[in-house]
């Protein structure tokens, strides 16, 4: 006759019953006492004594040992809500602070201290209502931005990586390609006040005192062109200040002009027939670079995964060769003017013997040329010159006078510096001047944040330094 297979687990469940039943008694026979501060809040239940179940009727004994431990834990967590209300309370009655019940609600908490209500209290208003005493000029400011703002926006408010530009974009807002800035978009001043109060400087923000925020929105302001270099901003003088763009902005009308229009019956008779595309989202910019429409992106680099799987050979070559052209021509003309044949123009020569007066600058002062290096140091964070130069913010400066503007290989120029260069203009020393002394009057909508050199020592004794250092 066969065993059944549940025959050999009858003794191991039994041991299994045993060892349980062992380590509930042990754990009933040595509880540990709670803290002499815990026991003040509950109500200590006695274990049930164990001993009473190693008696002869131990399994009637174990029986009313469990019906009394079920009982009293019934009661201990009856009790503990209980207790614990009543620690509570007693809390609160030694605490003159504690707030009140109000008719349903909680009793919680207490009221605010009023220092508590100003650490939070910390918004300004347009009319500078909130504004706390103080003052702070340009030049204070400009030391701060440098220290604590400049790594993230740059030295003249122009940006840094993908952090945003504080700077310039003064009439670009009807354009293709806004530019949102402080000087351009925003109504209020109390809006920037405010930011930099509460925000900044990034990953420290409140940090600064309130002189400090007074002297970076000084500061701001004046890169911006909407306060001169010896402006003190102060909780007396901030209303003074209007931006340039709060008349742009207007109560939300939208209930009253918009909601009717889009409200009325559909039309849907005498549809045009064709659609003509006149932009494309690869130009405004707001597409990521790549893509395979090579008639409207000539000069744009092939995607990343092209790239990676072998691409367009062709077209690789195509743009490898076009790039080679330039520096092709210059070998023939050299070769042309070593073998006594006629070059078209030889740069090193005609130049200099053809070029208007304005554009040279002979056997400059050295010691112009020193303070000029002492002045370049407010176009270092966007520019360089000399040996090893190359584009940055803004593009490299060598062999500057005489060049066509908006003409530096490799460098992104904005649309007003495009057009600039498809009518010829050439930086003279006199332009030069110009542009350096008011950069966004000369070109409207130059990205450059740079407010200008008012001195015309400074200008000369930069454009000699940019002269001397960036010769070719």
């Not at 013997?353 to 966007?382: H, N, T």
Request: overall charge negative.
């Amino acid at each position: 006759m066969s065993k059944s297979p549940l025959n050999p687990l009858v003794p191991t469940l039994g041991g299994i019953a045993a060892t349980l039943a062992g380590a509930y008694i042990l754990a009933d026979q040595f509880v540990v006492d709670l803290p002499a501060p815990a026991r003040g809040g509950f109500e200590i239940v006695p274990a049930a004594n164990a001993q009473e179940a190693a008696t002869p009727n131990g399994a009637a004994d174990a029986a009313r040992m469990d019906d009394a431990a079920a009982t009293s834990r019934a009661d201990a967590g009856d009790a503990a809500p209980e207790a614990e209300m009543h620690t509570a309370s007693a809390e609160a009655d030694g605490s003159a602070a504690a707030a009140s019940s109000h008719e349903g609600g909680y009793g919680l908490g207490r009221p605010a201290l009023d220092e508590e209500i100003a650490a939070w209290d910390i918004d300004i208003r347009p009319d500078g209502q909130g504004l706390p005493r103080g003052e702070g000029d340009v030049w204070t400011g400009e030391e701060l931005f440098v220290a604590q703002c400049a790594m993230c926006h740059g030295d003249f408010g122009e940006g840094a990586g993908r952090w945003p530009q504080l700077a310039l974009g003064t009439g670009t807002l009807t354009s293709n390609d806004p530019v949102k800035t402080v000087g351009s978009y925003w109504p209020y001043l109390s809006t920037v006040w405010d930011y930099v109060h509460r925000a900044m400087p990034f990953g420290n923000a409140q940090s600064l005192s309130d002189d400090e925020v007074y002297a970076i929105t000084a500061y701001i302001l004046y890169l911006n062109e909407i306060v001169e270099d010896d402006f003190v901003l102060s909780s007396d003088s901030f209303a003074e200040v209007e931006m340039p763009n709060a008349g742009a902005f207007y109560m939300d009308d939208r209930a009253e002009t918009e909601l009717p229009e889009f409200s009325r019956e559909v039309c849907m008779e005498n549809c045009k027939e064709d659609v003509k595309i006149t932009m494309r989202a690869r130009v405004l910019d707001v597409t990521p670079e790549g893509g395979d429409d090579a008639e409207n992106a000539p000069n744009e680099a092939a995607a990343p995964e092209e790239a990676m799987d072998g691409g367009d050979h062709a077209a690789s070559d195509e743009a490898s060769a076009n790039d080679a052209a330039p520096a092709e021509e210059q070998q023939t003309e050299t070769a042309q003017t070593a073998s006594g044949g006629a070059a078209p123009e030889s740069a090193s020569t005609s130049e200099t013997e053809d070029a208007p007066e304005d554009i040279r600058i002979v056997a400059a002062d050295p010691a112009l040329i020193e303070d000029g290096a002492k002045v370049f140091r407010k176009c270092q964070a966007c520019h360089q010159v000399g040996a090893d130069a190359s584009n940055r913010v803004g593009p490299q400066l060598n062999g500057l006078l005489g060049r066509t503007v908006g003409s530096a290989e490799g460098f992104s120029y904005s649309n007003t510096f495009e057009k600039a260069h498809d009518a010829g203009e050439v930086w003279t020393a006199e332009h030069l001047a110009e542009f350096l002394a008011d950069p966004r009057g000369t070109y409207t909508g130059t990205k450059m944040s740079f407010a200008g050199l008012k001195d015309d020592a400074d200008i000369e004794a930069v454009t000699a330094y940019i002269e001397a250092e960036g010769a070719e």
